[in-house]
């Protein structure tokens, strides 16, 4: 896929042509449906790789399509992969060595999976690849939740109880994610979480996303919600560049914000959704990349009040915060 997309950056007329893609439901859907069936990973599969924990089963959680986004593959993905083993009574592990996502490397030759998160049990690849009930999931991606389930506390608290369970930072991540806080927000601190998605999902409006709101929208939501909270920082989570800005000239020194690989000038005749774009176009480093998002939507979900458009990013910090903020606007204006 990464090969594809430097393609595509190098021609105008195929970027052109990915761009209709990407901002056409049909044919996105289509795309997918025939990278699944041609890979053969459309449906589940059931290995025999050895003689080994004869007893058990494991569910070998492999990511979908390569272009998703480090979010959409811990969190959105791979929660209905886990309550499905769950509810199986398989134990979970995830494989994002020998199934390609955005973040690998071929050089290193690792785990993605395994540069951010711990594994969900205390089996390793490698044990799970000798033994004698494997499944292997699909590489189906149901999609985002609907708004109803998005804001519904139950849903929120199901989820957000398997994330804590079985999606567990690493130590170098959560070292990282540890440092980051200390630095932006204070104990003493009632902060405001802003989730701000720009770029591609303003300017591409990719089929099947959500419609977000303009800055402009975005800050006279928070002004009305600041008329009833008082709150002595604001912390945005965004990857525009000239979101930054504005809110800083609104906000002044009330406003925080994670470290990011800011984009200032994505251009969506390419086609590419934000993380293909900072890969491709601007040579963003994988880890670093997905390290910071990660940093960035967990601090969002570390805050006391929300304000934001449902989106990944934004659906995965109401899951971490399982139910914990005193008051939320969730912005909802339908799909692209």
């Keep these: 896929m990464a090969k594809i997309m430097r393609t595509l950056a190098l021609n105008p007329i195929l970027a052109r042509m990915f761009r209709v893609i990407r901002r056409s439901r049909v044919i996105t859907r289509v795309f997918r449906v025939i990278y699944l069936i041609f890979s053969n990973q459309v449906w589940q599969q059931k290995k025999h790789f050895g003689e ?36 199986k009574g398989y134990i979970p592990v995830v494989d994002f060595l020998h199934y390609r996502t955005l973040y690998s490397d071929s ?8 540069h951010y998160f711990t594994q969900p049990s205390d089996y390793t690849l490698d044990e799970v690849y000798q033994s004698k009930n494997v499944v292997l999931s699909n590489k189906y991606y149901r999609g985002y939740p609907s708004f109803e389930d998005s804001t519904n ?7 957000g109880n398997i994330i804590k369970q079985f999606i567990r930072f690493n130590s170098k991540t959560q070292k990282f ?12 601190d009632t902060v405001l979480g802003v989730f701000c998605r720009g770029t591609d999902y303003i300017k591409l409006k990719p089929a099947g996303h959500y419609v977000q709101p303009s800055f402009c929208e975005l800050l006279e939501e928070i002004t009305k919600f600041l008329e009833n909270h008082t709150c002595n920082k604001i912390l945005l989570t965004t990857e525009d560049g000239h979101a930054v800005e504005m809110f800083k ?40 990349s997905g ?46």
């Excluded at 272009?67 to 993905?77: K, M, T």
């Excluded at 000239?249 to 900072?278: H, T």
């Excluded at 979900?301 to 915060?321: D, E, H, T």
């Design 52 to 87: 080994s924990n004869p007893d058990v089963t494991f569910y070998v959680i492999r990511p979908p399509i390569e272009d998703f986004g480090i979010i959409n593959l811990a969190y959105l993905n791979n929660v209905h992969h886990l309550r499905y083993a769950i509810n």
């Design 107 to 114: 050089e290193l030759n690792k785990n993605v999976w395994e």
């Design 153 to 159: 506390n139950s849903w929120i608290l199901e989820y």
């Design 291 to 336: 390290l910071e998002y990660l940093n960035s939507v967990y601090l969002l979900s570390q805050c006391q009040y929300f304000v934001g458009a449902l989106a990944a990013g934004s659906i995965a910090a109401l899951m971490l915060n399982q139910g914990r903020y005193i008051d939320k606007r969730v912005i909802f204006k339908g799909y692209y």
């Design 177 to 188: 994610i540890d440092i980051q806080k200390d630095e932006l927000i204070k104990p003493e």
């Design 249 to 288: 000239n609104q906000f002044g020194s009330a406003l925080v914000v994670p470290k990011q690989n800011f984009v200032d000038n994505y251009d969506d005749k390419k086609g590419m959704l934000i993380e293909e774009y900072r890969q491709v176009s601007l040579s963003a480093d994988k880890y670093v």
